[in-house]
């Protein structure tokens, strides 16, 4: 199927548990400048941002990016449910497409990421050869803290339909550490999925390469947060290349109505331009 400017290609990318639903798009009639691997976020904030990936990644292929967007083990429109899927199964999935993307449009690659798919970006940098850029929209950056967020739905749901909740992050912790599986506002969460994301530091995972830092706020002003401006300090001084742009707009991956924020689409773009 053709857009103007552009071509998509949607196909199924063989995984270690079942097929991985993928959709690439690039330049109609040339060569692409580069090749660009998106990750998506976790959960629900996956659904809530499927609009802003796919406008970026139109935009993208429309100026002659080639992109290619995975739908990650247990997520979206591939194989397994949620509750199979491994912060590992996860890495596998980005290798596999990485090899994919670069068979198909040789060159480097670019990974972009948003959230907890702008983290797993940080490690597979790390990891594939011939990542020349990160471009990470608003990056998880404490796994742990991520993790105490998303138990939080469980708290607030029980609070919406009994009153009050039975248990506190702490113990839903303690039952994740104790090897029993729970289930989030309709995702069911693996205690392998939290333990790996309790470990994940973005301050002690410096990239091999150049980083562009995207963060959205309601205000704008072109000030990172004290937190995302510290992971990238400690970047800088490990000799990682970072510039941070603030965008004004709102949080989209988790607004409760399906939001747009068209300065970060053109922000990203022209971030890869000369």
Known sequence: MRQPGFQMEPFFLTGRHGALFCLYLAPHGRVPKAA???????????????????????????NGYAVLQVDLTGCGDSACDFGDARWETWRDDARRAHVWLTERAPGPVMLWGLRSGAALAVVMAGELSGVSRLLLWQPM??????????????????????????????????????????????????????????AL???????????????????????????????IDTWRRAG???????????????????????????????SLEP
Not at 36 to 62: D, G, N, T, V
Not at 165 to 194: F, Q, W
Not at 256 to 265: F, G, K, N, R, T
């Open 141 to 198: 950056i404490n796994g742990e803290l991520f993790l105490q967020q998303f138990l939080r739905i469980k708290l607030a749901n029980e609070m919406l339909s009994a009153g009050q909740s039975h248990s506190g992050t702490n113990g839903l912790v303690a039952r994740l550490k104790a090897g029993v599986a729970i289930e989030v506002g309709g995702y069911l969460l693996a205690p392998e999925m939290a333990t790996a994301l309790q």
């Open 240 to 270: 990682v290349d970072v510039r941070g742009h603030v965008l004004a707009g709102e949080p989209f991956w988790t607004t409760q109505e399906i939001m747009e924020c068209p300065e970060l689409v053109t922000a990203t773009l022209k």
């Open 36 to 62: 660009i691997l998106y990750l998506h976020p976790f959960a629900e904030e996956m659904h809530k941002s499927r609009r802003m990936a796919a406008l970026q990644a139109r935009h993208l292929a429309a």
């Open 201 to 231: 530091k973005l301050d002690h995972l410096a990239p091999p390469c150049p980083v562009e830092w995207f963060e959205v706020s309601p205000q704008g002003g072109g000030v990172l947060s004290p937190a995302n401006q510290g992971v």
